[in-house]
């Protein structure tokens, strides 16, 4: 099973370049929101769902979040789908690194 947790957001790794500016838009409209899902590889936590909702707090000055945290350790599935997801998602950070983008304030809001 997966773990709820309150994370900090400076360490919080984006996988994507860009968030919409009218999903940060309908954030804003919503006193509660579900935990964005994040993956904990290699002793870092990267987004894998949730870039908007982790965006949208940080636009409210929040400094920690509480997520929905994925590890090797907690996956309920195979060992063969966790490293799958978890390459997936180191593979689509490295693109994004090469952006310079390394944090959640870096990204660009289209």
């Known amino acids: ?18 968030v919409l500016a009218h999903r940060l838009d309908y954030y804003n409209l919503l006193d509660t929101i579900p935990p964005p899902e994040v993956w904990k590889i290699n002793d870092l936590f990267y ?9 949208n707090f ?10 929905l945290v994925h590890s090797k350790t ?13 390459q997936e998602i180191l593979n689509q950070a490295k693109k994004v690194q090469k952006e310079n983008i390394f944090f959640i304030n870096q990204l660009k809001v289209i």
């Not at 987004?47 to 965006?55: A, C, L, P, Q």
């Not at 940080?58 to 997520?67: A, E």
């Not at 907690?74 to 978890?86: C, G, K, P, R, V």
């Open 1 to 18: 099973m997966s773990n709820l947790k309150i994370i900090e957001l400076n360490k919080l790794k984006p996988i994507q370049n860009t």
């Open 47 to 55: 987004i894998g769902d949730g870039h908007h909702r982790i965006f």
């Open 74 to 86: 907690n996956w309920a599935f195979s060992t063969l789908e966790y490293q799958s997801i978890a």
């Open 58 to 67: 940080y636009q409210r000055n929040n400094s920690k979040i509480r997520v």
